[in-house]
């Protein structure tokens, strides 16, 4: 079936103007999951949705992201007054987001919307 | 909480030796743990997972991992080295009681000499 998608796959934006990304998981999957990956670098946790709970926001680095998920689908990120330390690889995964101690959801990782801001 | 080190940020060997890339792990709870590979400008690929069942698991393209909680380690081995082993690995723990969210490494680029 399909993977997880992304879009656009790169984005090359000015400096102070917006940005939306878009990420499609895989269906049924009720843990959605943003990362930001700067070059050479490891991955840095953004943001957590898992079905219709509150979600997980303790990784956005500023409230210039923000983040929507409709229901268990399509999800956007959205970056304000884009600055050049916000160029990097954003990632998208998802999974099967259980808890009660259920473990060994992997997650399902896009192929990344590379940002380059001038 | 959970926290995952990777101790050594780069990795070189040689065609046909040993791998051993290591990592130690951090967890409040019996955790379940994820090598990942990532290939230049390719997406991240599960290699393998541990999630309490036998301590010594296999994955894609003979790379093994064995869980050892008395270490609080999961290093990720391979016994013969090819050229495309060359990427970067990251060692994850994920939470079982929080939705599985997961806990990354700062990851090891491994480099594979002729």
């Known amino acids: 079936g399909a993977g997880v998608s992304q879009s656009p796959s790169n984005k090359v934006t000015e400096k102070g103007k917006d940005v939306e990304l878009r990420c499609d998981p895989i269906?049924?999957?009720?843990?959605l999951y943003w990362y930001r990956q700067r070059l050479g670098q490891g991955l840095e946790f953004l943001i957590y949705?898992?079905?219709?709970?509150?979600?997980?926001k303790s990784g956005l680095p500023s409230d210039r992201f923000s983040a929507e998920r409709t229901g268990e689908s399509v999800s956007t990120l959205t970056i304000q007054r884009t600055q050049q330390e916000d160029s990097a690889v954003y990632l998208c995964?998802?999974?099967?987001?259980?808890?009660?101690?259920?473990?060994?959801?992997?997650?399902?990782f896009g192929p990344g919307t590379r940002l380059t801001v001038l | 909480a959970q926290s995952v080190t990777q101790l050594d940020s780069h990795v070189s060997v040689s065609e046909g030796t040993p791998v051993l890339l290591r990592c130690n792990y951090s967890?409040?709870?019996?955790?379940?743990l994820f090598w990942y590979v990532q290939h230049p400008n390719k997406g991240l690929q599960l290699l393998l997972k541990?999630?309490?069942?036998?301590?010594l698991v296999k994955g894609i393209n003979g790379f093994e991992a064995e869980f050892k909680k008395s270490e609080t380690s999961f290093h990720l081995t391979k016994p013969s080295a090819h050229m495309s082993d060359a990427a970067e690995y990251f060692c994850?723990?994920?939470?079982?009681?929080?939705?599985?969210?997961?806990?990354f490494g700062s990851g090891t680029k491994l480099n594979v000499k002729p």
């Open positions: 541990y999630t309490s069942a036998a301590t």
């Open positions: 967890s409040s709870y019996s955790p379940s």
């Open positions: 269906s049924g999957h009720t843990a």
């Open positions: 994850v723990v994920s939470n079982p009681y929080n939705f599985n969210k997961f806990y």
């Open positions: 995964a998802s999974s099967f987001g259980t808890s009660g101690g259920r473990r060994g959801n992997e997650q399902f």
């Open positions: 949705f898992q079905g219709n709970s509150a979600p997980d």
